[in-house]
């Protein structure tokens, strides 16, 4: 299967193997929100895929 390449690249994988990525909604409409509110749209999280949805999108070992 191949590799879904516009959600791949919206990951990356660190050092230690953790998958993180951008928290969604956060690209405009930002100027009424609360500074913290901006703040913690910046920060990634960390995505735990199953290996059946890692297979599907980001390829899996075959």
Not at 2 to 21: D, E, H
Not at 29 to 34: D, H, I, M, R, V
Request: aromatic letters at 4%.
């Amino acid at each position: 299967m191949k590799t879904n390449k516009s959600f791949s690249k919206r990951l990356k994988v660190t050092r230690q193997g953790k998958i993180v990525a951008r928290k969604p909604g956060q690209n405009h409409f930002n100027a009424k929100e609360s500074r913290s509110t901006q703040m913690n749209g910046n920060r990634t999280q960390r995505i735990v895929l199953t290996s059946k949805v890692m297979q599907r999108y980001i390829g899996g070992t075959n």
